[in-house]
């Protein structure tokens, strides 16, 4: 599922309901009440801090005029983590202390699946949170529509080797193809998964929160992974159209001789019973 692509322009429509938060590119941000913050992304995720069920019930429904592609109910993906503030002197002693080591760093934002907020600019810090948490989410969507392509294909390559025959046509397989193709740029093109955020790159201290999230989310790890799991799916499929255009081809050549066969036999009945001079 994607919110309006073009979300800068659907900011003038949504106005009203966002109020004046925080607006960019590919992201919306509502406050509704104290510590309550809503973060919806382009690619179709939305990060909602302190919500109550019927509360994001009420945010999916807000949503729901500006969907491309609606995923539907049961493809929806959900993770839920706690968050805490830090104390007042250890946000002093994280200040005054010199940038440490990644893992450092990823320990202080966070731990143990909690979100650790420092008490000042919280907006720019969930943020940088919330961004890794939606990249997450729509990759595992991503995740489990892989994961069911496998599934139905598991049994192609079993058939195949114990008839040596491929038992789906070649408009079938054509679609499957396709939306291998579409869910691969999906993943490498289309959805930012892939990059960081250019409101971060002059916020050096929440763009290092950023990927600290995205770390412990091992958000490059299954990329990588569900990358090599597609890149095995196009050889299947490949294999497929292969032996598919293989088919053809010998019943092209069947025809070809079955053609000849017919043309010879009318030749020999034409002389057969064409009287001689």
Known sequence: MYLHTHLHMAVYVVHGWFGTGLHLRTCLHKMCRWLQD?????????????????????????????L???????????????????RKDEVEADDGADDGDEPAQEAKCISQDKIILASHSPLKEKLAHSYALAQSVRLGCFEMVVEKSIRETRSIPETLADTGEVNMEARALAKQMGALLMLRCDVNLHTDILDT???????????????????????DKRVD????????LKDLYDL??????????????????????????????????????
């Open 240 to 277: 497929l159209q292969n032996s598919l255009n293989v088919s053809h081809e010998t019943r092209l050549e069947w025809i070809v001789i079955i053609l000849i066969l017919v043309e010879v036999v009318l030749e020999i009945i034409q002389l057969y019973f064409t009287p001689s001079g």
């Open 68 to 86: 491309v592609r609606p995923q539907e109910r049961s493809g929806f993906e959900e993770e839920t983590m706690n968050f805490l503030f830090k």
């Open 38 to 66: 809503v973060f919806a992304f382009g690619f179709g995720c939305i990060v909602c801090w302190s919500l109550e069920p019927n509360e994001l019930d009420q945010i999916r429904d807000a949503m729901k005029p500006f």
């Open 225 to 232: 992974i569900l990358n090599q799991r597609l890149v095995v």
């Open 197 to 219: 955020p250019d409101i971060f790159w002059d916020e050096e201290r929440f763009e290092k929160i950023y990927v600290a999230c995205r770390t412990y989310l091992d958000i």
